[in-house]
Nanobody, 120 residues
Framework: QVQLVESGGGLVQPGGSLRLSCAASGFTFSWYLMSWYRQVPGKERELVAA????????NYADSVKGRFTISRDNAKNTVYLQMNSLKPEDTAVYYC?????????????WGQGTQVTVSS
């Protein structure tokens, strides 16, 4: 059974930091591109950061570059999102995503989401 379980969300003041974790099980984690997305009510889910499987190349949304850092630990089947200098506009539900494309088609999995609220 595939599971992506996010943790680490919560309420933080502007300028503060949070570290999100996503623990994966039920699939070969090291084969998958891992990403963090976020969504606010009434808006589409947007990509925040992604990290490739083999060479761990990273990609970030312009809005978080220099503030957020994505990393992965294949031995622990976990992906992280370190969020620094948080702003109120970072408030959203953050989702973990696993994605692998092969000749047999895509395998895409989502976590249940964790709420991040940035407010004074």
């Amino acid at each position: 059974q595939v599971q992506l379980v996010e943790s680490g969300g919560g309420l933080v003041q502007p300028g503060g930091s949070l570290r999100l974790s996503c623990a994966a099980s039920g699939f070969t984690f090291s084969w998958y591109l891992m990403s963090w997305y976020r969504q606010v009510p009434g808006k589409e889910r947007e990509l925040v950061a992604a990290i490739t499987s083999a060479d761990e190349r990273k990609n970030y949304a312009d809005s978080v570059k220099g503030r957020f850092t994505i990393s992965r630990d294949n031995a622990k089947n976990t992906v992280y999102l370190q969020m620094n200098s948080l702003k109120p506009e970072d408030t959203a539900v953050y989702y973990c995503n696993a994605d692998r494309r092969t000749g047999w088609g895509p395998s895409v999995y989502w976590g249940q989401g964790t709420q991040v609220t940035v407010s004074s």
